[in-house]
């Protein structure tokens, strides 16, 4: 990495990109590579021209001299994030709290990771009433 470094491999200031301005620019012909986790391939696939999908490679970065771990893996993370309000309380609190174990559980993940599915953050509604003040005579 550091050698990539020195040769000028990397634009100034790329430490300060986000991962969706780094992607605009690999899209747009102006990067000749990037570097991401397994999370990237949706990305890559869905959205990159035909053109430079049709070019792009895809490797595991060597190992390095006296690295721990197997140098033929990767990471299989499915990249989501999951919480809820700090105001939600008691029964409530106890059902979300089983719903983000459901989902981010190791069935969770797999079925998640088995449908080939992207999954978007949503708002869920809330199934909770409004309370309405009753006026007193």
Do not use: C
Request: aromatic share 6%; glycine share 12%.
């Amino acid at each position: 990495m550091q050698d990539l470094g020195k040769s000028k491999a990397f634009q100034d200031g790329f430490n300060s990109i986000d991962e969706n301005q780094m992607m605009q620019l690999y899209f747009q012909g102006k990067a000749a590579m990037f570097m991401d986790g397994g999370w990237a391939l949706a990305n890559l696939v869905n959205n990159a021209p035909k053109d430079v999908l049709g070019t792009t490679h895809i490797t595991v970065l060597p190992p390095v001299d006296g690295g721990k771990g197997n140098p033929q893996s990767t990471a299989g993370v499915v990249g989501t994030g999951m919480g809820m309000s700090k105001k939600v309380t008691g029964a409530q609190k106890e059902a979300a709290q089983q719903l983000l174990y459901a989902l981010s559980g190791p069935e969770g993940q797999k079925a998640t990771l088995d449908s080939k599915a992207r999954l978007s953050a949503i708002r869920l509604k809330s199934t909770r009433r409004k309370r309405t003040r009753s006026s007193s005579s």
